[in-house]
């Protein structure tokens, strides 16, 4: 790389005295360090709610590398989607600050078409569907976790199977999905409050058939864990460690045995356990090959680990990127949608 010659930003000098730097550095000296030590700053962060959690990320260079990979594979529709995930990531990192560099960017055009079609459904939809106060979420209620804008063909390829809904929250994607199969939805919620809510929200809605709520964490493996669970906005999240409640935790791969399921879809939403969930999926997902829908923004482990981890263990499948969110400039609900080649013919 060719070296800079513009003298130090007062803020690269903050930083190397805090560092314990006793000369002045440059922008290159600066940005090697952060390339070495930010792991340790949030090595596992992606996105909560905001992609300025997403600095490192961007920080130590690797996610423009990283997107890159991803996009191998994709349609165009999918690295429009990516670049803009990238865009959000630069709009807050440390070296755009660092740096005073600004592009204004957007959703992409079609988004707002979604957004303002979504705006006008959400009145229906909240009169259809009694949630007992929590919000209507469009990742639900307007892309069905991406099959209402897939083919006919996957459409009747689910229809006659069963579903699995990994971190079922209140019910809110069951009743999205019911229409989708005339089996069963399987379930999992590990939260006992959101699983209690859950069988109030399929009272309020009268429904008393299709489903089977299963109040167990999915995971790799079968075990107990101690987690930390529930947070303030309702959701919940597996966050292990020596505290918190003692949960049970099992596999899909374990469940599709138990069970008997002939899975067709696999929705996922586990604000970021997504990878040890689809590694304890693997076998149900080569033998069975369903549809996948799988939220990837949480962490860098989703959002760059289980496409790969996916394509070394599947053959014939495709993928898309698709961003079931409307929070502008932030890539809220990035979602990995795989399905079997054959059903794109």
């Not at 099992?250 to 990878?275: H, P, Q, R, W």
Request: charged letters at 25%.
């Amino acid at each position: 790389m060719k070296k800079r010659t513009e003298f130090p930003s007062l803020l690269n000098v903050v930083m190397a005295v805090v560092l314990g730097w006793h000369i002045y550095a440059t922008n290159d000296k600066i940005e090697e360090l952060f390339l070495h030590v930010s792991h340790n700053l949030c090595d596992n962060t992606v996105c909560q709610g905001q992609a300025n959690a997403l600095a490192c990320e961007i920080f130590h260079k690797y996610a423009v590398k990283k997107f890159d990979a991803l996009k191998d594979g994709v349609d165009a529709k999918s690295c429009e989607i990516l670049d803009y995930a990238l865009k959000c990531m630069e709009n807050e990192c440390f070296i755009k600050k660092t740096k005073f560099e600004y592009r204004p960017f957007s959703f992409p055009a079609y988004q707002w078409e979604h957004l303002r079609q979504w705006e006008n459904e959400l009145k229906v939809v909240m009169k259809k569907y009694n949630l007992l106060g929590e919000g209507h979420t469009a990742e639900a209620f307007y892309f069905h976790h991406g099959l209402r804008f897939s083919s006919r063909k996957i459409q009747d390829y689910v229809q006659n199977k069963d579903i699995i809904d990994c971190g079922a929250f209140i019910g809110d994607s069951l009743l999205a999905l019911r229409k989708y199969t005339n089996k069963t939805i399987y379930c999992y919620e590990f939260s006992k409050p959101n699983a209690e809510n859950f069988l109030k929200v399929m009272a309020a809605n009268k429904i008393t058939s299709g489903y089977r709520l299963i109040n167990k964490a999915l995971g790799e493996s079968v075990r107990q864990i101690k987690c930390n669970a529930q947070r303030n906005d309702g959701s919940s999240s597996i966050e292990e460690g020596n505290g918190g409640d003692v949960v049970d935790m099992t596999s899909i791969d374990a469940e599709v045995k138990k069970y008997n399921i002939n899975v067709g879809f696999i929705k996922m939403d586990v604000e970021g356990y997504g990878l040890p969930i689809i590694k304890g999926a693997i076998n149900v997902i080569k033998t069975q090959r369903p549809v996948l829908s799988l939220a990837i923004y949480h962490n860098s482990d989703e959002l760059f680990q289980i496409k790969p981890f996916l394509q070394k263990h599947l053959t014939d499948y495709v993928y898309e990127f698709r961003l079931q969110g409307f929070r502008n400039r932030d890539f809220l609900e990035l979602t990995l949608i795989c399905y079997p080649k054959e059903q794109n013919e």
